[in-house]
């Protein structure tokens, strides 16, 4: 079989990761989730003391991106790849609400997205990759064989993100969850640079109201068409 391209993109907490890991399984693809990659660089920011509650200092981050590192390692024993930064493991610390919060403003930054959208590309070049995030149909991949947006009643969201950060044990309010869903959907299409849009020739999936398993099958299905 030809190996295809496919592009998710969408709001947070949609399921794209869900969706996407599933797909490259099935398919035997490359998954690349460039929503950690967006963290990583966020990570590295609070940890440099660049960003904070109420300041940031754009032009140092701007500065340092040449010394940023990102890897995707594949975990056998998870059967997916974890985010490397400078060769450390952060998959656990970019999940947080707090990366959470600052994310949206970093993916802002042009200079941010040059250095992300090249690797992206670079990692895809070879085709057999599911790639999800904001900009992939429409920037990283503008030629994907198949795009996917996915979107979902921002309560529907906030709820499944709510019970992701609680599993991991990350103490926080419902209120918070869904204050943060609500900023970095109006931040992220609203940015000047690569805002979430969906691409004209993506098929759209709301997926408030269909189970994972019904969505899976039904994208299986275009696939193989
Ligand atoms: O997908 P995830 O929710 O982990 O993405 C975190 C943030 O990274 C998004 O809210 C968005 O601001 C940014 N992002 C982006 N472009 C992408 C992927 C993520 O701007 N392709």
Do not use: C, W
Request: proline share 2%.
């Amino acid at each position: 079989d030809k190996k295809i391209t496919i592009a998710i993109d969408g709001f947070s907490s949609t399921g794209k990761s869900t969706l996407a890991k599933e797909l490259a399984k099935e398919l035997g693809y490359v998954y690349v989730d460039t929503g950690a990659m967006y963290r990583a660089v966020t990570f590295f920011a609070m940890k440099s003391g660049y960003i904070a509650k109420d300041f940031f200092e754009v032009q140092l981050l701007i500065n340092s991106l040449k010394i940023i590192k990102l890897e995707f390692k594949f975990n056998p024993e998870l059967g997916f790849a974890e985010m490397y930064l400078n060769d450390v493991n952060i998959e656990k610390e970019i999940r947080t609400l707090e990366v959470s919060s600052y994310v949206s403003k970093v993916a802002e930054i042009s200079q941010v997205r040059a250095k992300l959208v090249e690797q992206q590309q670079e990692m895809g070049k070879n085709k057999g990759i599911v790639m999800d995030g904001r900009d992939i149909g429409t920037v990283v991949f503008p030629d994907a064989d198949l795009k996917i947006f996915m979107t979902a009643s921002p309560l529907t969201r906030a709820e499944r993100r709510f019970k992701e950060l609680t599993r991991n044990g990350d103490t926080v309010t419902f209120e918070a969850v869904l204050k943060n869903v609500q900023e970095r959907d109006y931040i992220d299409t609203h940015r000047e640079d690569s805002p979430l849009v969906k691409a004209n020739d993506a098929i759209e999936f709301d997926n408030s109201n269909i189970t994972k398993q019904e969505q899976f099958l039904k994208i299986m299905k275009l696939i193989k068409s």
